[in-house]
Each structure stands twice: as C-alpha cells, then as structure tokens.
C-alpha cells in the first residue's frame, strides 16, 4: 500500500513537471511572439517609451490567451471565433495607446494584412481544389 501511494506522488510530481514544462514552452513561445510583434510596431509606428511598455504588455497578453485557445480542448470553428474575438480586443486595445496618426498607420497595416490573408487563403483554396480534380 505505501509503495503504491509513492507511486501515484511519484507519478503526480511527475505529470506536475510535465504540464509545467509544457506551459513554460507555450508561455516562452508567447513570449517570443510578443517580442517580435512589439519591436515590428515599433519599428513600423515609431513608438514611444510608454507605448512600447504599453504593447508590449497587450502583446503579451494576446500571445498569452491565444497560446491557451490552441492548447485547450475546443473544435476548429470554436478556437477561430474565440481568436477573433481576441484580435479584435487586441487591436482596439493597441489602436488606444497610439496617436490619431499611428492609429491611420496601424489601420492600414491590418487592412493590407487581412487582404494579404484573404488572398493566400483563396489561392490554398484554389490550390486544394485542383489537387482534387487532379486525383479524380
């Protein structure tokens, strides 16, 4: 019986530092997205000091809760709303931190980049069709 119960500490303990390891690498990972997307801003907006701490922040956030929507246990239609909902929060909260004149900067930006999306997305899409008729 005792050898048992050190068994299943031993496994709990274990697991424990599995799981732990595991979140440490999606936070770290998060915390690397965070990073580089603060320095893109910075760079493309020229931001201040207590802007960049500020986005930095939001960033890591982001990151954060976007790391646990792909790490949870939710279908594909469920992770892709619960990021949109995310973004959405992230740019309103990014748009509030910057000048009027960043924010038609930072406008521009998303709006060249969901069309970018919106194009590579149609020609994935495209692409997957042909490879179909072709298998046909």
Request: net charge positive; aromatic share 6%; no cysteine.
């Amino acid at each position: 019986m005792k050898t048992k119960i050190q068994i299943l500490i031993a496994m709990f303990f274990f697991g424990s530092v599995i799981g732990l390891s595991a979140q440490d690498g999606a936070k770290s990972k998060a915390m690397e997205h965070a990073k580089k997307k603060t320095a893109q801003l910075d760079q493309y907006l020229d931001l201040n000091d207590e802007q960049t701490a500020r986005i930095e922040r939001i960033n890591r956030s982001y990151y954060d809760r976007r790391a646990q929507i792909f790490e949870g246990d939710l279908n594909d239609s469920e992770r892709i709303e619960r990021v949109r909902g995310h973004l959405t929060q992230y740019k309103n909260d990014v748009r509030a931190v910057l000048t009027p004149e960043q924010q038609q900067k930072f406008d521009a930006k998303v709006d060249d980049l969901t069309k970018d999306m919106a194009e590579k997305m149609e020609k994935h899409k495209t692409n997957k069709n042909d490879q179909r008729g072709m298998e046909q």
